[in-house]
């Protein structure tokens, strides 16, 4: 793995030994060309960050900054260790868990990343629709995106249930197993 472009291009990533599934290259470089301009001088957030490959592509790619967060203390540590081998200015690692972290937090973030584990059967925890239900739209501020991966099959995988109360799909892209939804909040009127 490593930085696709910009100031930090070429930067070799480390990745958390266990179960850590980091977004591939390819579909990191796919992301970061659709998003293209919008990266520029935004307040990322960076969910179930892992190796925090998706935060530093964004400050690398010219991003005001970077809140990267996981409740892994390995994948805090090495989030941490590749944030200060880029050099990069603007982000931050916060060991929490991903759920607790959006119920708190008072941030606003221009683009919102979450790469949870799979949900990959029935009945498996399915952390984006969690994350849909709860408040993350008052994290996301006006115009922002938020944007899941999802292996097809189950939970907002299914392209069944990728729908939620206030939120609009306004992208979807598949890479082999993987899917991209990039969502953004529509406030419904009464």
């Given at each position: 793995?490593?930085?696709?472009?910009?100031?930090?291009?070429?930067?070799?990533?480390?990745?958390?030994?266990?179960?850590?599934r980091p977004t591939q290259d390819r579909v990191r470089e796919a992301l970061f060309?659709?998003?293209?301009?919008?990266?520029?001088?935004?307040?990322?957030?960076?969910?179930?960050?892992?190796?925090?490959?998706?935060?530093?592509?964004?400050?690398?790619?010219?991003?005001?900054?970077?809140?990267?967060?996981?409740?892994?203390?390995?994948?805090?540590?090495?989030?941490?260790?590749?944030?200060?081998?880029?050099?990069?200015?603007?982000?931050?690692?916060?060991?929490?868990?991903?759920?607790?972290?959006?119920?708190?937090?008072?941030?606003?973030?221009?683009?919102?990343?979450?790469?949870?584990?799979?949900?990959?059967?029935?009945?498996?925890?399915?952390?984006?629709?969690?994350?849909?239900?709860?408040?993350?739209?008052?994290?996301?501020?006006?115009?922002?995106?938020?944007?899941?991966?999802?292996?097809?099959?189950?939970?907002?995988?299914?392209?069944?249930?990728?729908?939620?109360?206030?939120?609009?799909?306004?992208?979807?892209?598949?890479?082999?197993?993987?899917?991209?939804?990039?969502?953004?909040?529509?406030?419904?009127?009464?």
């Amino acid at each position: 793995m490593r930085i696709i472009a910009g100031a930090a291009k070429g930067l070799p990533i480390r990745v958390p030994q266990g179960e850590v599934r980091p977004t591939q290259d390819r579909v990191r470089e796919a992301l970061f060309n659709i998003l293209g301009p919008l990266v520029d001088g935004a307040r990322v957030l960076d969910l179930f960050c892992g190796s925090g490959s998706v935060g530093i592509e964004a400050l690398s790619r010219g991003a005001a900054s970077a809140r990267m967060v996981d409740a892994a203390r390995t994948s805090c540590a090495m989030a941490k260790e590749n944030l200060q081998r880029s050099r990069l200015p603007g982000g931050s690692v916060t060991q929490s868990d991903c759920l607790q972290f959006v119920k708190r937090d008072a941030g606003k973030y221009d683009l919102i990343f979450a790469d949870p584990p799979y949900c990959k059967a029935p009945g498996d925890r399915d952390m984006i629709a969690e994350i849909l239900t709860d408040r993350l739209h008052e994290l996301l501020a006006p115009g922002g995106y938020f944007i899941a991966e999802a292996q097809l099959g189950y939970g907002v995988g299914d392209a069944h249930s990728r729908d939620f109360p206030g939120w609009e799909i306004v992208d979807t892209r598949t890479y082999g197993k993987n899917t991209i939804l990039f969502y953004r909040h529509s406030p419904q009127t009464i």
